[in-house]
Structures are given as structure tokens and as C-alpha cells.
């Protein structure tokens, strides 16, 4: 496999869902099989080939650089991005590409859910294809946990047509979709553009979801692969 440039981990949030565990603990760095999150992704990262990831934290999770600091991940070097404040996803995107503005494609990955090395190659053999700008990774959820995601509707042929973000009853019944996205993404660095340019949300946050909304709606061709 080619070797890949940049990937970018987002880590700065609360994890309040995981409180208290998340008082004492940065939500990356909860172990799952007796391993910190953010770890076992940073290594697969590594074996993928890539050959540099940008770890954008907050002030909740002011350790991460420290608690990294002297690991080895082979051929992998490990940037930091701070998020001064929560303004969203894509702004925690933007604080990692504004470090790395030579790159001419990103793979985004949240920092508190684990991928598997298979979640991660899929990704990459889809985009590797070159009929597309973006991959997302999607994954099926109950109809119940639909209302806290991104969820997620795809042409026949693969690609994504709409997105809605933590979607009302009302929207789930219209858009009759069980997928959401996963949040793991590769994408051009034409992203950027519609990420700079992206309205906020009602939260008055700037969100990733939104970014891609409108960059499909000006013509980009964004797959969805199932994991």
C-alpha cells in the first residue's frame, strides 16, 4: 500500500457520557482491553502507513501530550493541536489541517472510539479508487440511538446524498435510514474550503457533518462504506 500523509485525531472533548470515569480520565485515554483508546488507534494509524497525525486536544484532555510523550509508533510522528475552546468538530478539524496545510488529503478519526485496522483499510482501498473526493465509514444503529448521531442516506450506487445531524423524530421518519457515520472520514483538502465557509450550528458550534453537507450539495462525490 502507498504511503499515506496526515491524520487527524480528535480528542478534546468532555466524555460526559462516560462520567465520572471522565473526571480522572481524558475519554481517549479509557482503556478497552486493558489499553488506552487513543493508543491502540495511533498504532493502527502506524500500520496503515501513515506518516504523520496531528492529536488536537482541549482543556479537558491537557494531559494527552504528556501521557504520549517518548511513545514509539514506529514511523508515525505525533503533532498537537489545541482547541482553545469546544466550538465543534469541524473547528477541532481545522485546528489540526491549520498545522499540516501541505497535505492533499486528511483522514479525520474521533479519538474516543476504537477502529479496527479492517474499519481503516476499507476506508482507504474506497478513496484509493479515485471516482470520489471523501469516504466516510457508516456503521447500523437501532432506530432508538438514531437521535444522538449523524445519520446518513446513500444513493444505489454508494454515495451520500443527505446528512442530518442528532435528527428530529420528524426527520428520521423522512429520511428512513438506519446508517450514521462512524466518524472516521478521508477527504481531499477541499474539505477545507466548505469547512471555512460552513454556517454554525444551533449550538453556535462549527460541525464537520455540516461542512460536508454543503460540499455535496455543490457537487462533491462522497462514498459511504459500510463497517
Not at 132 to 140: F, N, Q
Request: aromatic share 6%; glycine share 8%; with cysteine.
Amino acid at each position: 500500500s502507498r504511503q499515506r500523509t496526515t491524520a487527524i485525531v480528535l480528542a478534546a472533548g468532555h466524555g460526559k457520557r462516560l462520567m465520572p470515569i471522565t473526571q480522572w480520565i481524558p475519554k481517549p485515554l479509557v482503556p478497552v482491553n486493558g489499553r488506552p483508546i487513543l493508543l491502540t488507534n495511533l498504532q493502527h494509524l502506524s500500520e496503515a502507513g501513515f506518516e504523520r497525525v496531528v492529536v488536537v486536544y482541549g482543556r479537558p484532555t491537557a494531559l494527552i501530550p504528556d501521557f504520549l510523550e517518548g511513545m514509539d509508533f514506529g514511523d508515525l510522528q505525533v503533532l498537537y493541536g489545541f482547541q482553545t475552546e469546544q466550538r465543534g468538530t469541524g473547528d477541532a478539524l481545522l485546528t489540526g489541517m491549520n498545522l499540516v496545510r501541505d497535505s492533499d488529503e486528511y483522514l479525520l478519526m474521533a479519538g474516543d472510539t476504537m477502529y479496527s485496522p479492517e474499519h481503516i483499510r476499507a476506508l482507504l482501498e474506497r478513496f484509493d479508487r479515485g471516482d470520489v473526493d471523501g469516504c466516510l465509514l457508516l456503521k447500523e444503529l437501532p432506530f432508538e440511538r438514531l437521535r444522538y448521531s449523524s445519520v446518513v442516506v446513500q444513493r444505489p450506487d454508494g454515495m451520500i446524498e443527505a446528512m442530518v445531524s442528532k435528527p428530529s423524530p420528524g426527520e428520521l421518519r423522512l429520511l428512513r435510514s438506519t446508517r450514521v457515520d462512524a466518524s472516521l472520514q478521508l477527504y481531499r483538502g477541499a474539505v477545507a474550503d466548505f469547512l471555512r465557509s460552513a454556517e454554525l450550528s444551533r449550538n453556535n458550534e462549527l460541525e464537520v457533518t455540516t461542512a460536508l453537507r454543503n460540499w455535496i450539495a455543490a457537487g462533491a462525490r462522497i462514498a459511504g462504506v459500510l463497517g
